[in-house]
Antibody
Framework: QVQLQESGPGLVKPSETLSLTCTVSGGSISSYYWSWIRQPPGKGLEWIGYIYYSGSTNYNPSLKSRVTISVDTSKNQFSLKLSSVTAADTAVYYC???????????????WGKGTTVTVSS | DIQMTQSPSSLSASVGDRVTITCQASQDISNYLNWYQQKPGKAPKLLIYDASNLETGVPSRFSGSGSGTDFTFTISSLQPEDIATYYCQQYDNLLLFTFGPGTKVDIK
């Protein structure tokens, strides 16, 4: 079955750009939407944004000015870049697949295990 | 933006108890409401989608209901393995996702 794996640096300096990649295995990245979600220590889940395999994107308005999500279908990967990071961006970052339910609702049916990113000098 | 509230924020119940969590949206979201379970140190797991549809492989003691702005998630008979935080999530007409703040469920 489809599995997702996040990868990237675990430590990023303040003001720099956080870069993560999600590798999709056991299935194709095509024909689906793919999301990034994060969870600060001890807090709830925050949706960051999603990308369609064709490249169209949508971002959380609260992060939109700093977020870029891209896709590489040849590698079955999609990526997250978050610029100008601060300590508030310290979190576990998850990637997930979105599925279209009945009537137009989307939900996240497959998740990666998550990767911890700490912002610190 | 659509805001999501959940209540209670935490609860403690005995094994076998019926547990109910409510989720309220700040505006009508039809049935665009999903429920996830997150155990400590683990990724969230989809339990319910489209407000009331049980994800494949999820035990039938979990159920969801509601539409519009008010939704309910129920565990009919709490089991020790159900200790987790439960999140509702909505998908709105601006194509944005929002999670509720979560409800932590413990065993009494």
């Amino acid at each position: 079955q489809v599995q997702l794996q996040e990868s990237g640096p675990g430590l990023v300096k303040p003001s720099e750009t956080l870069s993560l990649t999600c590798t999709v295995s056991g299935g194709s990245i095509s024909s689906y939407y793919w999301s990034w979600i994060r969870q600060p220590p001890g807090k709830g889940l925050e949706w960051i944004g999603y990308i369609y395999y064709s490249g169209s994107t949508n971002y959380n308005p609260s992060l939109k000015s700093r977020v870029t999500i891209s896709v590489d279908t040849s590698k079955n990967q999609f990526s997250l870049k978050l610029s100008s990071v601060t300590a508030a961006d310290t979190a576990v970052y998850y990637c997930a697949r979105q599925i279209l339910g009945g009537g137009g609702n989307y939900y996240m049916d497959v998740w990666g295990k998550g990767t911890t990113v700490t912002v610190s000098s | 933006d659509i805001q999501m509230t959940q209540s209670p924020s935490s609860l403690s119940a005995s094994v076998g108890d019926r547990v109910t969590i409510t989720c309220q949206a700040s505006q009508d979201i039809s049935n665009y409401l999903n429920w996830y379970q997150q155990k400590p140190g683990k990724a969230p797991k989809l339990l319910i989608y489209d407000a009331s549809n049980l994800e494949t492989g999820v035990p039938s003691r979990f159920s969801g209901s509601g539409s519009g702005t008010d939704f309910t998630f129920t565990i009919s008979s709490l089991q020790p393995e159900d200790i987790a935080t439960y999140y509702c999530q909505q998908y709105d007409n601006l194509l944005l996702f929002t999670f509720g703040p979560g409800t932590k469920v413990d065993i009494k």
